[in-house]
């Protein structure tokens, strides 16, 4: 069926970094964007970044953008997300998910079960 | 950025009643060279991840029960749900797809009276 796992979280010190990824199976991943989404303990969902099917297009949140960078390897069906320079506020969950078509203009029709960053010294 | 608002920020329906709940963004997300709605609803259960419900503002996912239904167009939306079950008990989230940034509404809290 279709899955997504993102692995790759853990507890950081301020103004370091991590790196997220995302195994994806069950789908063509290489006909689709992925997003990254955020969610912190009890409030709202924060869209992240997005990467178009072919990783030509990427788009970003403004309050990562210059810091965190979305990339995707689709020999190996895996999404990435790097995040430097890691701040206090980006302590949260974070997801990958599947768009329903290749670029930004598609909804979410799949979502990983999460991944914690905690940013603590 | 697309602001999306929702309305309520919460609400208790009784068991088999309506439950509405209402997303107006804050510029149109509706596309005017194929008239679609840039504009999904997400359900989201404690401690799951969010699951789409309604894209294109009134198309159902696949396996969504029919109860669930969205309308609207341009800058306002509605998601009903017709007779209220135990297991709609979540949160919901609209969506706008139109722009980056993507956005969502504040989430709309759906409990039983």
């Known amino acids: 069926q279709v899955q997504l796992v993102e692995s790759g979280g853990g507890v950081v010190q301020p103004g370091g970094s991590l790196t997220l990824s995302c195994a994806a199976s069950?789908?063509?991943?290489?006909?689709?964007?992925m997003h990254w989404v955020r969610q912190a303990p009890g409030k709202g969902l924060e869209w992240v970044a997005l990467?178009?099917?072919?990783?030509?297009?990427?788009y970003y949140a403004d309050s990562v953008k210059g810091r965190f960078t979305i990339s995707r390897d689709n020999s190996k069906n895996t999404l990435y997300l790097q995040m430097n320079s890691l701040r206090s506020e980006d302590t949260t969950m974070y997801y990958c998910?599947?768009?329903?078509?290749?670029?930004?203009?598609?909804?979410?029709?799949?979502w990983g079960q999460g991944t914690t960053v905690t940013v603590s010294s | 950025d697309i602001v999306m608002t929702q309305s309520p920020d919460s609400l208790a329906v009784s068991l088999g009643e309506r439950a509405t709940i209402n997303c107006k963004s804050s510029?149109?997300?509706?596309?005017?060279?194929?008239?679609?709605?840039?504009l999904g609803w997400y359900q989201q259960k404690p401690g799951q991840p969010p699951k789409l419900l309604i894209y294109w503002a009134s198309t159902r996912e696949s396996g969504v029960p029919d109860r669930f239904s969205g309308s609207g167009s341009g800058t306002d939306f509605t998601l009903t749900i017709s007779s209220l079950q135990a297991e709609d008990v979540a949160v919901y989230y609209c969506q706008q797809y139109y722009n980056t940034p993507i956005t969502f509404g504040q989430g709309t809290r759906l409990e039983i009276k």
């Open positions: 069950g789908f063509t991943f290489n006909s689709y964007a």
């Open positions: 990467i178009s099917y072919d990783g030509s297009n990427k």
């Open positions: 998910a599947k768009a329903r078509g290749t670029q930004y203009y598609y909804s979410v029709d799949v």
């Open positions: 510029q149109s997300v509706s596309h005017s060279s194929n008239n679609k709605n840039y």
